[in-house]
């Protein structure tokens, strides 16, 4: 009993209770509006609504973007009970008034601390068990005790944190607004200041892995970030562990900072002198990086990012002064000597981040020691996990992307070669223009080298400079096995294969066992075939149809293929079913004729001009246009189907297909390779 006395005061906890009570009860009232409000609502509908959606009562379990309000009244209170608990602290006479009475400060900070706690968890224990009262009453089988529980925990653990989180804030700041804002920034800052730090160092380290730094779990650094993610991946042992043991720890920094508080510091933006520096200039690094990095992202360019810092690190100095000098004459010599340190420090780090001195940059592993290379236009299919909980994965994304790992021997040392050549180059090799950007790619590169060591690098490059590697690599057959989901498809589990004739209303559908294993090995032949031109496909040559499989295992799943111009043995295959007409425009059935014109630079006065009302569809002008050419030869317009691009970069020619119910098909041609019956209307 003694213990208990000395932990907390009696009369300071019920003094509590009975002034704060109502933070507790519209908490109760919250909650029970949020969730078993929410179940007895989806109860009430239609049978018909109820077992169609079979995951709608768990989703009022979990946290993500199906319930807003739940993950903003859990962000919200636990902090704002900490505001108004210690609010007296905010305040010198009611501190003073307070600290007077025969209480030690220990226990009245233990006494607050638990108060709140009551406050907090009591509506959060009373809500799970009506919740399980009104599952088990309305015989709702798609909630289990489990999904409650580990609700409970996860409402219990996350209010502590934030509660505990808000108390200790409130030591270290005399003023309410603050308390709050400081709340939510020591919350946010893990993941937001590592997500600033990645992307200003991309800036400057040439192969910087951000995107893969980026996507490896940064939001697990905030609890404010966490929380959205429970509903895919639920909180693991190990976790818990560490928010619980973050807390304790709060707890007793609040507790310590507590007990050294002087009472005239309220109305204090920070109430310890010793950390005012550390407030200030952190603050003035962090708006430094947020504001260089809005300015690299929106202008792209090296000198606008450095204003950025500049304007950033100024505002954010000085307006910080204000705030703790709570007056507007800060503007003297010793603080812009003070200013001028920093920015000195700044330009420093910003020099060696310009040198490569660690070598970084340079760095490329021995082809002896590599036992495998990642090579893949982003990042996310090697960081990819599935959802863990089984809730979220019904509603999860149905393609899991595969992860390109290379383990040949020679696309190993042809991926080597192509790193080295992209080293060689450097950052400041012949960036692309803003109408070639169109060209560029994200390589992303992951070696796994002998030792179980990794090394990451992420490169943007211009693909025309680098044609000569990439090609070889991009026509192994280990390139086209990992990049074609056809090859993943077991042909028995294939329900059906729907093929869809592209700017066309055709479409087949093969649900005949044999022939849909006949249809995928053509495909594979043909897709072993591709050349790195086919592949890339720059000028954006659009395909005869779209190929969907069908299959139905454990969870139905769809896969899509192009049918390319250049898929000769699935097209002679088609022709040998008696399946081909069924599918693809043909010249003289579905395109009646084509009209082929000059391609000319137009400027914004042709959106209004006789261009403007073709691509309007406007046939009768469109054949009266002086110097046209219009086709109606089969051949001519077989021809021109097979060749036509959608890119207009370096067209010599437009073309425009009309079919037979009027509709017309545009795109363009190339100078190269023309017929002659092309040419010679031109020639003049």
């Not at 809005?294 to 606008?304: E, G, I, L, T």
Request: charged share 20%; with cysteine.
């Amino acid at each position: 009993m003694k213990l208990k006395t000395s932990f907390i005061n009696r009369g300071i906890l019920l003094n509590d209770l009975k002034r704060f009570s109502w933070i507790g009860a519209g908490y109760l009232l919250a909650l029970l509006a949020i969730v078993p409000l929410k179940i007895f609502m989806l109860y009430s509908r239609t049978q018909d609504l109820r077992t169609n959606d079979t995951t709608a009562y768990l989703r009022i379990f979990q946290f993500d973007y199906y319930s807003p309000i739940q993950i903003l009244v859990l962000i919200v209170v636990p902090v704002l009970t900490g505001l108004l608990l210690f609010r007296y602290l905010q305040d010198s006479r009611a501190a003073d008034m307070a600290h007077a009475l025969p209480v030690r400060r220990e226990a009245l900070y233990n006494t607050h601390v638990v108060t709140g706690i009551i406050f907090l968890f009591v509506p959060l224990i009373l809500t799970a068990l009506v919740s399980w009262a009104l599952v088990s009453g309305l015989g709702i089988e798609d909630v289990k005790g489990i999904n409650i529980l580990t609700w409970l925990a996860n409402c219990l653990l996350f209010n502590l944190l934030f509660f505990i989180c808000s108390v200790a804030v409130g030591m270290v700041t005399g003023m309410t607004t603050m308390q709050g804002v400081l709340s939510y920034i020591l919350l946010f800052l893990p993941s937001g200041l590592s997500v600033l730090l990645l992307h200003n160092l991309n800036q400057y380290v040439y192969g910087f892995a951000y995107d893969y730094y980026l996507s490896s779990k940064i939001e697990y650094l905030s609890p404010l970030t966490r929380l959205t993610d429970i509903s895919r991946n639920p909180f693991q042992p190990g976790e818990m562990a560490v928010y619980l043991g973050i807390s304790i720890l709060l707890y007793f920094v609040g507790r310590s900072l507590y007990l050294r508080r002087h009472t005239e510091t309220a109305g204090s933006a920070i109430t310890f002198q010793v950390l005012r520096p550390v407030f200030k200039y952190s603050v003035t690094f962090c708006f430094m990086l947020l504001l260089g990095s809005y300015f690299n992202a929106v202008q792209d360019s090296r000198a606008w990012t450095y204003f950025g810092y500049l304007i950033g690190s100024l505002l954010a100095y000085f307006l910080i002064e204000i705030l703790l000098n709570k007056s507007l004459h800060v503007f003297q010599g010793r603080q812009f000597r003070n200013y001028g340190i920093y920015a000195l420090a700044m330009v420093v780090l910003l020099g060696l981040l310009h040198f490569d001195w660690t070598g970084y940059e340079k760095r490329l592993p021995g082809i002896s020691e590599i036992k495998s290379i990642y090579m893949d236009s982003s990042f996310y299919p090697l960081t990819y996990q599935p959802a863990s909980d089984p809730a979220a994965q019904a509603v999860d994304y149905m393609y899991t992307p595969v992860k390109a790992i290379y383990t040949d021997q020679e696309n190993i040392a042809r991926i080597h070669a192509l790193h080295r050549q992209i080293i060689a180059n450097g950052p400041d090799h012949k960036k692309p223009s803003l109408s070639q950007r169109r060209n560029t790619e994200r390589i992303c590169l992951a070696y796994e080298l002998a030792g179980g060591k990794r090394m990451y690098r992420q490169y943007d490059i211009y693909i025309p400079d680098y044609t000569g590697s990439l090609k070889p690599i991009y026509e192994s057959r280990e390139y086209k096995e990992m990049h074609n989901q056809i090859f993943r498809v077991n042909p028995a589990e294939v329900d059906f294969i729907d093929i869809i004739g592209y700017e066309s209303d055709k479409h087949l559908r093969l649900v005949d066992p044999v022939l849909i294993a006949q249809a995928i090995e053509h495909l594979k032949t043909d897709i072993y075939a591709d050349t790195y031109e086919e592949i890339v496909n720059i000028n954006s040559k659009p395909p005869w149809a779209s190929i969907n499989l069908q299959l139905t295992n454990i969870q139905t799943r769809s896969y899509s293929q192009e049918w390319k111009k250049t898929y000769t043995n699935f097209e002679q295959w088609l022709k040998d079913t008696g399946k081909y007409e069924q599918v693809r425009l043909l010249p003289g059935t579905d395109i009646t004729c084509a009209f082929i014109d000059r391609v000319s630079v137009r400027d914004d006065k042709d959106l209004h001009g006789p261009y403007a009302k073709a691509r309007r569809l406007d046939l009768t002008e469109l054949e009266e246009r002086p110097g046209i050419l219009k086709i109606t030869d089969p051949e001519q317009l077989e021809w021109c189907l097979r060749q036509y691009y959608r890119n207009d970069e370096q067209a010599a020619y437009e073309i425009f297909f009309v079919r037979n119910n009027g509709d017309v098909i545009s795109g363009f041609l190339g100078e190269a390779g023309a017929p002659a019956f092309i040419q010679e209307h031109f020639a003049g």
